[in-house]
T-cell receptor, first 115, second 117 residues
Framework: KAGVTQTPRYLIKTRGQQVTLSCSPISGHRSVSWYQQTPGQGLQFLFEYFSETQRNKGNFPGRFSGRQFSNSRSEMNVSTLELGDSALYLC??????????????FGQGTRLTVV | AQSVTQPDIHITVSEGASLELRCNYSYGATPYLFWYVQSPGQGLQLLLKYFSGDTLVQGIKGFEAEFKRSQSSFNLRKPSVHWSDAAEYFCAVGTSGRGSTLGRLYFGRGTQLTVWP
């Protein structure tokens, strides 16, 4: 069974630009979560989608958005990039039973550098 | 509020020595507990999980962890460390609640493990 796939692996963007990151979950997983990882703040939760609906959202500005498609693939978008958005963005997928997620499986991440 | 504390930022052990990484959590009900490992520039790999039942859980790569409710701890152990175990280790808590905790994991700040040959 294929794992969680994130594309692209690396991105370099300029301040003020926008970026879209993609995540394909494990087959059969309907929950997709996104995390931002930085040396200073550690792993921070961005949002979680289940069946195309955002179920939960972390404490990030509105420049960070996401969506989920009917095939459970998810994208996250960051608009008006700032230097502080440079980070490793991790996507995780989970199998859900009774509305509750089981363990999360993570992708390799997308390394975003804003210059 | 839910939180996870990993008291040790960096641990150094010799190859072949035993290892224990500490994790304490704060959560009002029975949590779902996880340990993940991350190599530089990579994603997180699940080592083991606790949902319910036996409080001593076995994971991959020879790791085990014990859930102690009275101490709100979930420490990771390995009897004999290999050089390839050098990485960063994260403890995480998932909740069975609804609302703002649904679908998310709370992570500790990680423990960096260095293994001396």
């Amino acid at each position: 069974k294929a794992g969680v796939t994130q594309t692209p692996r690396y991105l370099i963007k300029t301040r003020g630009q926008q970026v879209t990151l993609s995540c394909s979950p494990i087959s059969g997983h309907r929950s997709v979560s996104w995390y931002q990882q930085t040396p200073g703040q550690g792993l921070q939760f961005l949002f979680e989608y289940f069946s195309e609906t955002q179920r939960n959202k972390g404490n990030f500005p509105g420049r960070f958005s996401g969506r989920q498609f009917s095939n459970s693939r998810s994208e996250m978008n960051v608009s008006t990039l700032e230097l502080g958005d440079s980070a490793l963005y991790l996507c995780a997928s989970s199998y859900t039973t009774g509305g509750q997620n089981t363990e999360a499986f993570f992708g390799q991440g997308t390394r975003l550098t804003v210059v | 509020a839910q939180s996870v504390t990993q008291p040790d930022i960096h641990i150094t052990v010799s190859e072949g020595a035993s290892l224990e990484l500490r994790c304490n959590y704060s959560y009002g009900a029975t949590p779902y507990l996880f340990w993940y490992v991350q190599s530089p520039g990579q994603g997180l790999q699940l080592l083991l999980k606790y949902f319910s039942g036996d409080t001593l859980v076995q994971g991959i790569k020879g790791f085990e962890a014990e859930f102690k409710r009275s101490q709100s701890s979930f420490n990771l152990r390995k009897p004999s460390v290999h050089w390839s175990d050098a990485a960063e280790y994260f403890c995480a808590v998932g909740t069975s609640g609804r609302g703002s905790t649904l679908g998310r994991l709370y992570f500790g700040r990680g423990t960096q493990l260095t293994v001396w040959p």
